[in-house]
């Protein structure tokens, strides 16, 4: 079993939707919490990040952990065309790499 | 400020061959990490170096080999390529090691064929 698993999808919403992005996870030692967007044939891109529980909001996108139930969400509001990309969880403990989650393709279409 | 460059950005082996892959960090950052992706696989860790030393490695087999230099960049290696080896191969550069924030490339796209 997978360290770090996310809802795969893909996902298609028409423009303005809200979307919930997802992943669960299974190491209790994870603090820091990310999510990256890549666009196609480019690298990830760090979106946000949180240290240990809560909710962080940033524009449109909101990230929430819930370390209790080792659950993380990423929701975008009034979605764009141009938020049509893959999007990555990721997490670590303080030492250590990051591991990723294998990703959600989001289409928001016009 | 420059972001992470890597080169090339397509590559086409063969079996049995190898290949090296460079990655130059953003200016002032230490850390480089470097990871596979693939459709079936997602991004997996492969190393991070940190000072020119190798602080963490993943399960990727001794074929897969890496080194930095003291100006921060970074070289990845692989020898006696076999077809699975076709993948993005990303690096990310961060400014302390063990970073939850990591700037990444656009990767190289190899193919063995």
């Known amino acids: 079993q997978k360290e770090v698993e996310q809802d795969p999808g893909p996902l298609s919403v028409p423009e303005g939707a809200i979307v919930s992005l997802n992943c669960t996870y299974s190491?209790?030692?994870?603090?820091?919490f990310m999510w990256y967007r890549q666009y196609s044939r480019k690298g990830p891109e760090l979106l946000m990040y949180?240290?240990?529980?809560g909710n962080k909001e940033d524009g449109r996108f909101t990230a929430q952990v819930d370390k209790s139930s080792k659950y993380i969400s990423l929701f975008i509001r009034d979605s764009q065309p141009s938020d049509s990309a893959t999007y990555l969880c990721?997490?670590?403990?303080?030492?250590?790499?990051?591991?990723f989650g294998d990703g959600t393709t989001l289409t928001v279409k016009p | 400020k420059a972001g992470v460059t890597q080169t090339p950005r397509y590559l086409i082996k063969t079996r049995g061959q190898q290949v090296t892959l460079s990655c130059s960090p953003i200016?002032?950052?230490?850390?480089v990490s470097w990871y596979q992706q693939t459709p079936g696989q997602g991004l997996q860790f492969l190393f991070e170096?940190?000072?020119?030393?190798?602080?963490n490695k993943g399960n990727f087999p001794g074929r897969f080999s890496g080194r930095q230099f003291s100006n921060s960049r970074s070289e990845m290696n692989v020898s006696t390529l076999e077809l699975g080896d076709s993948a993005l191969y990303l690096c990310?550069?961060?400014?302390?090691?063990?970073?939850?924030?990591?700037?990444f490339g656009s990767g190289t796209q190899l193919s063995v064929l």
């Open positions: 990310a550069s961060s400014s302390t090691g063990n970073s939850e924030k990591l700037f």
């Open positions: 190491n209790s030692a994870f603090q820091y």
């Open positions: 949180t240290y240990s529980s």
């Open positions: 990721a997490m670590k403990a303080n030492a250590g790499k990051s591991t």
């Open positions: 200016s002032g950052h230490r850390s």
């Open positions: 170096y940190f000072s020119e030393t190798q602080r």
